[in-house]
């Protein structure tokens, strides 16, 4: 019922910067938090950066004054700007999102949260 589907993924020298771009489609109702984590081979998942709906945004201690979360909460989309890349920065992004989601059942209209999972997009930062 809901897809979220991330973009901008690429190749980049260190030093260099990406947009990531995540987007939200489906029987949508309302978008609590969003962020962006990342899992580079070998490593579990971990979290990068999240934001609220009214724009209050974490970090990850590794990624602080390099990267910026933002969100366009007319758009269901939120994106991730990062500057300064480094090598060790390379990894699969993963965007997610608390989604409130609309039903249809034999007694009406309902709705229900979800924790939404793009597939990801792979950045990877040549020395």
């Known amino acids: 019922q809901v897809q979220l589907v991330e973009s901008g993924g690429v190749l980049v020298q260190a030093g260099g910067s990406l947009r990531l771009s995540c987007a939200a489609s489906?029987?949508?109702?309302?978008?609590?938090?969003m962020g962006w984590y990342r899992q580079a081979p070998g490593n579990q998942r971990e979290l990068v950066a999240a934001i609220t709906t009214g724009g209050s945004a974490n970090y990850a201690d590794s990624v602080k004054g390099r990267f910026t979360i933002s969100r366009d909460n007319a758009k269901n989309t939120v994106y991730l700007q990062m500057n300064s890349l480094k090598p060790e920065d390379t990894a699969v992004y993963y965007c997610?999102?608390?989604?409130?989601?609309?039903?249809?059942?034999?007694?009406?209209?309902?709705?229900?949260?979800?924790?939404?999972w793009g597939q990801g997009t792979l950045v990877t930062v040549s020395s």
């Open positions: 489906g029987s949508i109702v309302s978008i609590d938090a």
């Open positions: 997610n999102a608390d989604v409130q989601v609309s039903a249809q059942s034999g007694w009406g209209t309902t709705s229900y949260w979800i924790l939404a």
